[in-house]
């Protein structure tokens, strides 16, 4: 039997709809679940999208996909590949696995969302794909790092993150459960299909894929590529979906739910991908620096992206673009600092090669940042490395869960943005959290952070040592120690630091 | 006297800290108690040798400091309130 081509048949079968004579239209797509804007359902039925795919081919391509990367895994499985890498390229691993593989699954149930309430039925099919990659995502990234259990258990934190109250895994959970898991199914795909999968997710997926084909890692690299194939092609429901509602009088929604879910993952991808790209790879092995990737990605081609759309710049693009030179290089020595918390060895890293490095790609590094690494390296070299493993708590921020943390030094901008709510005082990283908090109150007030947690008795006694095994560090695996042993301090020339110091 | 954990903003210092401090502690014993986690293991002294105030976090930084002698209890500070400790010039 001659089958027919795709062309003939495919728009016929993805659009196909019905109306409902058992229920209703809103008890078969509740608004609050499917379409809180009010959109007419025939507006929904114009969504289309460029990629076609029927679900033959896309379990083919699946298929030969999956094959790529695990064969590449095997044969550098042969190897001694992950016995011989550098620790710290080993921390990019851990931390990437640890706070994405479970990930995957939670963005499995979002597409399933969509799949199930969406109003669009072209959206709906588009999501049953969305849904197939995600699974397929999670089951590869916990398979791949489960070998390397062995070598070392912080790899097991792929499978445990997520289920633990580590303050890192809580900035995840936080974040990804407000724009991914708790929204109907159309903010969800703007948040998630629009500003993650189209914004975000390529600094993460294909510059790292770069540096860790740099460092000779294909089978990480060839894992990621292979992922961001299919979130380049399920990253596309988010275009029509603010088409539509920009089309139909939402611009303003849309513009919001933009604006929160850009700053909430940004907030995110800038310690995933910035300290590993700007701090961890070594130097000679780097592909970019993480502001040259979010100038591209984001600064070109997002940008250029939201504008066609009929969209704006967030409202705080100033504040963005300062966050892009700032955000990570603080959390680079806040999680170093605090590193017994972790689940993967962080490095310091910040040789005087190293320095001058950042220095050009960051002007005004050394006046902010380098001078909290003086420190550091004053301690090791006068042997106090004790010293350089913080003691007590930074304040942690109400919205990102993040360390509150800015540049120090002659140019201070620390400081924490605080609002009183029924009473209790929260506090904030930025104006952006602030502002995100002040949108809907209700649905943040009651989550408590890791310092919020300490005082209100979840973690009693709030001891180092207990708070240390109520976030899973020494029980899971091991915290962090400085994946180098300090050996990067050693480098310096102590008396140009301390000169350097007082002025 | 009962614990109170506040939030200190020392000058130059890249992190907030969280202090532990009594409500009868004085301005100078908070700024001793946001200094000890702090100076020497992240950060320096603002001013080796110059006098540290305490001030209530501001948009403006310009409210007026506490004096020395006044208490937590009597600075009315609050659970997690944020404060500056800073190099004052008078």
Redesign the interface.
């Known amino acids: 039997m001659t089958m027919l081509e795709r062309s003939a048949w495919y728009d016929i079968a993805r659009d196909t709809n019905w109306t409902p004579s058992y229920v209703t239209e809103d008890e078969l797509f509740p608004p609050d679940q499917s379409d809180p804007y009010g959109i007419p359902k025939s507006e929904w039925e114009t969504f289309d999208e460029p990629y076609k795919v029927s679900y033959r081919e896309y379990v083919n391509v699946q298929r030969e996909k999956d094959a790529g990367a695990y064969s590449v895994k095997a044969a550098l499985a042969r190897s001694t590949y992950y016995e011989d890498a550098d620790p710290a390229y080993l921390s990019m691993l851990k931390l990437h696995y640890g706070a994405i593989a479970l990930s995957e699954y939670a963005a499995c149930q979002s597409d399933a969302r969509m799949t199930r309430f969406s109003k669009a039925p072209g959206m709906r099919n588009m999501a049953t794909f969305g849904m197939l990659d995600e699974l397929r995502h999670g089951q590869i990234q916990l398979y791949f790092p489960h070998q390397l259990v062995s070598l070392d258990r912080q790899f097991d934190w792929a499978h445990q993150a997520h289920h633990s109250k580590n303050w890192a895994a809580l900035v995840g959970r936080h974040a990804l459960d407000d724009v991914m898991m708790t929204r109907d199914a159309v903010t969800t795909s703007v948040m998630l299909n629009f500003c993650f999968e189209t914004g975000l997710t390529n600094v993460q997926m294909i510059g790292l894929s770069a540096d860790a084909a740099n460092m000779g890692d294909f089978t990480f690299s060839n894992l990621i590529t292979s992922i961001q194939s299919d979130e380049a092609r399920h990253a596309q429901i988010g275009t029509p979906v603010l088409e539509i509602m920009v089309r139909n009088g939402k611009k303003a929604e849309a513009q919001q739910a933009v604006d929160i879910a850009f700053w909430r993952i940004h907030r995110v991808f800038a310690i995933l991908t910035g300290i590993p790209m700007d701090y961890w790879i070594p130097l000679d092995k780097r592909d970019r620096s993480f502001k040259e990737y979010m100038t591209e990605f984001i600064g070109v081609q997002f940008e250029r992206q939201l504008l066609d759309l009929g969209l704006e710049r967030p409202w705080y693009w100033d504040i963005f673009l300062e966050d892009v030179e700032t955000h990570h290089h603080?959390q680079a020595?806040?999680t170093w600092?605090w590193r017994n918390t972790l689940w993967w060895n962080p490095t310091g890293n910040v040789g005087p090669r190293e320095r001058a490095w950042l220095e050009q790609k960051y002007p005004g590094w050394s006046d902010?940042?380098g001078?909290?690494w003086d420190?550091?390296v004053e301690?090791v070299q006068s042997g106090h490395p004790e010293?350089?493993e913080?003691?007590?708590?930074?304040?942690m921020c109400n919205m990102c869960q993040i360390?509150?943390?800015?540049?120090?030094?002659?140019v201070?901008k620390?400081?924490?943005y605080?609002l009183e709510h029924e009473g209790r005082?929260y506090?904030f990283c930025s104006t952006v959290c602030k502002w995100i908090f002040e949108l809907e109150p209700d649905r943040y007030k009651t989550f408590n952070t890791i310092?919020d947690r300490?005082?209100n008795g979840e973690i009693s006694p709030n001891t180092p040592e207990n708070i240390l095994r109520y976030m899973g560090a020494g029980v899971i695996s091991e915290g962090g120690r400085d994946a180098h042993d300090l050996e990067w301090a050693k480098a310096y020339d102590l008396s140009a630091l301390s000169v350097a110091?007082q002025q | 006297m009962s614990a109170l954990a506040i939030i200190g903003r020392l000058e130059r210092d890249p992190h907030t800290r969280i202090i532990d401090v009594d409500t009868d502690f004085t301005m100078q014993e908070v700024i001793e108690a946001c200094l000890a986690p702090a100076v020497g293991y992240q950060t320096r002294h603002p001013k080796p040798g110059a006098t540290l105030r305490v001030r209530l976090t501001t948009d403006g930084d310009d409210a007026q400091p506490f004096p020395q002698d006044m208490t937590v209890e009597q600075a009315n500070l609050r659970h997690f309130q944020q404060i500056d400790i800073y190099v004052s010039e008078d």
């Open positions: 603080c020595a806040a600092a902010t940042f001078q909290y420190v550091i301690n010293k350089t913080a003691i007590g708590m930074p304040a360390p509150i943390s800015n540049k120090g030094g002659t201070w620390t400081r924490a605080q005082l506090s310092a300490m005082y110091g």
